[in-house]
């Protein structure tokens, strides 16, 4: 390992104090009083009303249970989960399905084009994330050449009209658009260290190409996988914009409704409520997927 | 010679490519019909540019975009820097969740929670709220990079200094933050592009005064898709190109997912 500071054992404060430091006040602490504002009332005009009052001289706590109970009281929000976490598992699903040939092509190229091919993947998911979406809008538009085309089509079959726009649909071939790189990226990672002899040997003991894939390839990617359906999943899961934008009625995700509780309706109590629940599903994502890729590590495998 | 399993291999991928590319071209390609509909090629013209040189709100918020992303990813290289470099050498398990937590939770997460940060405290929402909550999200990054590229390093570089006498501050000076350079410069970078980039942290910490160029794209694509937005958005897409085309040459390793 390199030591690039040597000895001295308050270099290790002076390096790490600051950045510690500040992810402490800007980051960390954020979330705590996130989980603190769960409990408290929602002020008067919006916002968070007092969490200390003085009662005749007293200083009491003002904090309350309602804004969870609020939470379990009904199934609402429990219906709005599972359908934000079916729209979040298509999505990573879609991006796996998509981005293994492309992520087994690259790894199997020459040295030379696999740099110019992961380039490639990357420019677009570094381009902004709105101009995506918005890309998708001018696609999906009624006045588009794709809804023309579909419809011309449908009609020489006397079928009705179909609206591509503000439709699941549409918010699920966005989300697929934007967040594919991040499955592409540690698949290929995976593939490319994978030993080529490894299937020479298959061969020549007479598996077949499907055999070799499901035994032998398969198998091996699957912490790439899982790293690539963690980087998917989770964004995707605390989503607004893409609903938000080609979503309509119908694809309304959990991160609708917390911007909703903090810009429009303006319950901060209860939009901290929800944001601890994704918060922690986020957590229990992450902590499954590296528990894992431990276990298999553990085996060997 | 491609057997049929190569090529099928290779048609997948190249759809996949399609489906990458198609959308951004389509909006690249709009920004130059002559035509408010976005629906069929009419003509070319520059005229879309010419008025979003006459929009006003346009340009401060493009101006704004420039001077918050500069300022974080000033402070965000410097903070992250120390962090990458903290991390490499000693096992700090609070450091290295701290660095890595933000890059992990969904991003509404640390909107939502800086504005009940900053409402908190009194603070008034602007461009100093959005710099703050920027480079919060662009220290693990530039960590990162620096931390891929200290890795990639001779540690024999070092000893050998010392053995020839350097003190440990002439070594860092003289050795090891030339070395480290093109890691800083392509967090740097990095950190430049997600910042400019970034809508949905912004989204929540702006208040109402102060807009960016990504908010002022949400706001006119919530009313309507114009041409105007295909100009701004490839100009945006040209910056974001050249830069990290810059970055990934001065550091491909971080680009690779590695």
Not at chain 1, 190 to 213: I, M, T, V
Not at chain 2, 201 to 220: D, H, K, N, R
Request: with cysteine; aromatic share 10%.
């Amino acid at each position: 390992m390199l030591k690039t500071v040597q000895g001295k054992a308050w270099s290790k404060y002076l390096l790490s104090l600051p950045p510690m430091a500040y992810l402490l006040i800007f980051f960390a602490a954020p979330t705590l009083i996130m989980l603190f504002a769960s409990f408290r009332y929602s002020g008067e005009y919006g916002g968070l009303a007092p969490w200390l009052v003085q009662d005749g001289g007293q200083w009491t706590l003002d904090l309350t249970l309602e804004n969870w109970q609020r939470l379990f009281g009904t199934d609402i929000y429990l219906r709005l989960f599972v359908k934000s976490i079916g729209y979040a598992v298509s999505t990573t699903v879609i991006c796996m399905v998509m981005a293994y040939p492309l992520a087994l092509m690259i790894a199997r190229s020459g040295r030379k084009s696999r740099d110019l091919l992961l380039l490639l993947v990357i420019l677009p998911f570094w381009s902004n994330f709105l101009v995506r979406i918005y890309a998708w809008m001018i696609i999906f538009s009624p006045m588009g050449a794709l809804t023309r085309i579909l419809n011309g089509t449908l009609d020489f079959f006397g079928l009705g009209p179909v609206t591509l726009m503000y439709s699941p649909p549409a918010m699920i071939v966005c989300l697929v658009y934007v967040h594919l790189p991040f499955m592409v990226l540690p698949l290929y990672a995976n593939l490319e260290k994978h030993d080529p002899y490894l299937l020479d040997a298959a061969q020549d003991l007479g598996a077949g190409r499907w055999r070799r894939f499901w035994l032998i390839t398969w198998p091996l990617s699957l912490p790439g996988i899982t790293a690539g359906s963690i980087l998917v999943f989770i964004p995707v899961l605390g989503m607004f914009a893409i609903p938000d934008l080609l979503g309509g009625t119908d694809g309304i995700m959990i991160g609708n409704v917390i911007k909703q509780q903090f810009m429009e309706s303006r319950d901060w109590p209860f939009g901290s409520v929800l944001s601890m629940v994704l918060t922690v599903a986020a957590v229990a994502v992450v902590l499954l997927g590296s528990r894992m890729s431990r276990q298999r590590a553990g085996r060997g495998g | 010679m491609m057997s049929r399993k190569n090529l099928l291999l290779a048609l997948s991928a190249a759809l996949v490519y399609l489906f990458l590319y198609l959308p951004l071209v389509i909006v690249v390609v709009f920004s130059f019909n002559d035509s408010r509909l976005n629906a069929e090629w009419v003509g070319f013209t520059w005229k879309w540019y010419g008025k979003l040189l006459e929009n006003q709100e346009m340009l401060t918020a493009a101006m704004n975009s420039l001077i918050i992303a500069s300022v974080s990813a000033g402070i965000a290289t410097i903070l992250g820097t120390l962090a990458g470099i903290a991390m490499h050498q000693y096992r700090l398990r609070l450091l290295q969740i701290l660095v890595l937590a933000p890059i992990a939770m969904p991003e509404i997460l640390m909107g939502v929670s800086l504005l009940v940060l900053f409402i908190m405290v009194n603070m008034t929402l602007g461009l100093i709220s959005i710099m703050l909550a920027h480079i919060t999200f662009c220290i693990g990054f530039v960590a990162l990079a620096v931390q891929a590229r200290i890795s990639s390093l001779d540690p024999a570089l070092i000893e050998a200094a010392r053995d020839l006498g350097a003190t440990p501050w002439q070594c860092f000076r003289e050795i090891t933050l030339p070395l480290l350079m093109p890691g800083i410069l392509a967090g740097a970078l990095m950190a430049f592009t997600l910042s400019i980039d970034d809508f949905v942290i912004t989204f929540f910490t702006a208040g109402v005064g102060s807009s960016t160029l990504p908010l002022q794209i949400y706001s006119m694509v919530k009313i309507a898709v114009t041409p105007e937005v295909n100009a701004v958005s490839t100009l945006l897409m040209l910056v974001t190109l050249v830069v990290i085309t810059v970055a990934s040459r001065l550091s491909p390793a971080i680009f690779r997912g590695e």
